[in-house]
Structures are given as C-alpha cells and as structure tokens.
C-alpha cells in the first residue's frame, strides 16, 4: 500500500468540506442557530467515516487501514467545519458597523467592528450581565474572550466530527460487505 489512506477516503475527505459548507451556511447564515452545528458536526462525523470506507470498497484489509480512511476524512471534514464556523463568526464580528433598525434605537455610536459588536451585547438586557460576570469591560476584553471561544468552539468541532468519524468507521467495519468469494481476491487500489 502506497499511501496512508485509500483514493476513495481523498474523495469523501472532500464531501466533507462540501457537507461543512452546507452545514455552516444552513445554520450560521440561513437560520442563525449555531448550536445545531455541533450537532451536525457530531452526525455528519459518523456518516462521513463510514463513507470514507464505503466509497473505498473496503471488503477487506486492516482495521487500521479502515480507521485511517475514516480519521482521515474525519480530520478534513472537522477542519473545514471549525475554519468555516469561526470564520462567519468572525466575519460578523469585524464587519459590524452598528446598524439596528429603528424599533431596536437605531444605529449604535460606535467603531466599526468589535467595538459595535460588544455595545449591541451591552444593548441586550440578557447579555450585558453575563459580559459583567465574566469581567468584559469594553471593546478589547470582548475581542479577547470572543476570539477564545471561536478557537474553543473550532477546536470543539474538530474533536467531535474526527472522533464520531472514527467511530462511523468502526460501524463500516462491522458492517462491511464481505469479499466475493467466487471472484479472485483483491485489495483496493487507492
């Protein structure tokens, strides 16, 4: 064997980033409910490593080499969920340039970016005392805790789709469609 992981793990390496785009579109920008990310994260991590070997024809070989191709589409999939995720949060919070409509009081009196971010959190009576309890006190120490929780979040993300990933290949292993036994034997090439 070649390479580390088989040709058809490459190709559902790549369903993922397209199955992490649709998620983070879907769910970030279409309807805003970021904890449905994670939720997917942990179900598309499943589907996309049973996939992995599925589209590999993995009839037979290691378990290793099953794990491999499901880690491996795992890892692709989780990164590209993770930079995607973080990616639009960040985006929202650098572009904000404190516009609300006029039943929320109009425009915000503030710069461009973490700084309207953080006064539209003041703004909100929900928000402003959990920013208090977790001594954010102005635009800086915003910046500062919202950047740590995208890297948490990202990270989270990372972890949840490779290890549900890893374990939808362990389904495929138990699942496996057995080699034909009247054809000759063969390994897959990729």
Excluded: H
Excluded at 3 to 20: K, N, T
Excluded at 114 to 119: E, F, Q, V
Excluded at 143 to 150: E, G, T
Excluded at 151 to 180: H, M
């Amino acid at each position: 064997m070649s390479r580390l992981v088989d040709q058809g793990a490459i190709y559902a390496g790549w369903v993922g980033v397209g199955m992490a785009a649709t998620i983070v579109i879907s769910f970030e920008l279409v309807i805003p409910l970021q904890s449905v990310v994670f939720v997917m994260a942990l179900l598309g991590g499943l589907l996309i490593g049973y996939y992995a070997n599925a589209r590999a024809d993995r009839r037979a070989g290691p378990w290793s080499r099953i794990l491999a191709n499901a880690v491996y589409a795992g890892l692709v999939t989780g990164i590209s969920l993770a930079l995607l995720y973080g990616g639009v949060r960040l985006l929202f919070m650098y572009a904000d340039d404190g516009y609300r409509i006029p039943s929320e009081g109009g425009r915000l009196t503030c710069s461009a970016g973490p700084d309207c971010t953080y006064r539209r959190y003041l703004a909100d009576p929900q928000q402003a005392p959990k920013l208090k309890a977790e001594g954010i006190i102005d635009a800086t120490t915003f910046q500062a805790s919202f950047l740590r929780q995208q890297l948490q979040g990202g990270l989270a993300l990372l972890v949840i789709t490779t290890g549900t990933a890893a374990l939808g290949g362990v389904f495929y292993g138990f699942s496996r469609p057995k080699p034909d036994s009247s054809a000759p034997a063969t390994t897959p090439t990729g």
